[in-house]
């Protein structure tokens, strides 16, 4: 059992640190474009700053649940989890349903789309676990 759970907080490391390098990529992938977006675009500054926030926020309670630490409390991570799986959702409807974006869903971009959310599906399960399933920790702080 015991090897059982360190291959696991072996995972949720070692995820933690992948997820690190893929919001600075992303960071800097969006202040690099920036640079090469048409004038004329109006940037959604709402999403884009949602989007900063909520990754940051995600990458809080995935490091929490990850090194077994109290960050804020129990009820705080279990609205988390509500506002960025709804954020998720609105992101993944918005994309390809509700005509904000052009990507048409057969291409390449929305398989990589679609490939991000998949990538992103422990990041939920570490925050959720974190809110409901570490009654413990809360109680130690």
């Known amino acids: 059992m015991h090897s059982e759970s360190y291959k696991y907080q072996r995972f949720w490391k070692i995820y933690f640190w992948v997820l690190v390098a893929l919001y600075l990529l992303a960071v800097w992938g969006y202040v690099a474009a920036k640079s090469v977006v048409p004038l004329d675009v109006e940037p959604n500054w709402f999403g884009?700053?949602?989007?900063?926030?909520s990754g940051?926020?995600?990458l809080l309670g995935v490091f929490g649940y990850t090194y077994r630490k109290a960050?804020?409390?129990e009820k705080l991570w279990r609205l988390a989890f509500f506002v960025l799986?709804?954020?998720a959702i609105y992101s993944?409807?918005?994309?390809?349903?509700?005509?904000?974006?052009?990507?048409?869903i057969y291409s390449i971009s929305a398989v990589l789309i679609m490939a991000v959310f998949v990538a992103f599906i422990p990041q939920y399960i570490a925050i959720y676990l974190y809110a409901w399933k570490t009654g413990r920790l809360w109680q130690e702080s």
Not at 48 to 53: D, E, L, M, W, Y
């Open 85 to 87: 799986a709804v954020g």
């Open 92 to 104: 993944l409807l918005s994309t390809f349903w509700l005509g904000e974006a052009t990507i048409p």
């Open 56 to 58: 940051l926020v995600a």
């Open 48 to 53: 884009t700053v949602f989007s900063i926030v």
């Open 71 to 73: 960050v804020g409390g």
